[in-house]
C-alpha cells in the first residue's frame, strides 16, 4: 500500500511563500507522475501542479503558472511545492497524489492526507 505524507502547510501573508513536501512509502517511487492538488471550502479538488516520473515534464494550470514550482527527488522519495507571490484565492487544503502512470496526465489514484495552506491579506 502506497502512503502519502504531506507537510509544509501553514498561514502566510498574501505576497509570501511557503514549501511543502511529499514524502511517499515504496521502492517505486521513481516509476510515477506525481501532482499536486487543492481544496477550497465549497469547491471542487483542483489540480495545481504534476510531474512525471523523472520530473522532466511538468505542468500547471495558468491560475499558479509563474509562481508556483513543483519538482522532485527521487532518491528521497520526496515531491515539493514551492508555491510564491501567494494569494489569499490560494488558502485551501493542499493533497499530493500519486498517479498510475510515468505522465502527469495519468490517473492518480493514491493521496495524502492533506495540508492546510491559508493566504492572509
Known amino acids: 500500500q502506497v502512503q502519502l505524507v504531506e507537510a509544509g502547510g501553514g498561514l502566510v501573508q498574501a505576497g509570501g511563500s511557503l514549501r511543502l513536501s511529499c514524502t511517499a512509502s515504496?521502492?517505486?517511487?521513481?516509476?510515477?507522475?506525481m501532482g499536486w492538488f487543492r481544496q477550497a471550502p465549497g469547491e471542487d479538488r483542483k489540480f495545481v501542479a504534476g510531474i512525471s516520473n523523472s520530473g522532466g515534464s511538468t505542468y500547471y494550470p495558468d491560475s499558479v503558472k509563474g509562481r508556483f514550482t513543483i519538482s522532485r527527488d527521487n532518491a528521497k522519495n520526496t515531491m515539493y511545492l514551492q508555491m510564491n507571490s501567494l494569494k489569499p484565492e490560494d488558502t485551501a487544503v493542499y493533497y499530493c497524489a500519486r498517479s498510475v502512470g510515468s505522465s502527469w496526465a495519468s490517473e492518480y489514484v493514491y493521496w495524502g492526507q492533506g495540508t492546510q495552506v491559508t493566504v492572509s491579506s
Open positions: 515504496g521502492r517505486t517511487f521513481s516509476s510515477y507522475a
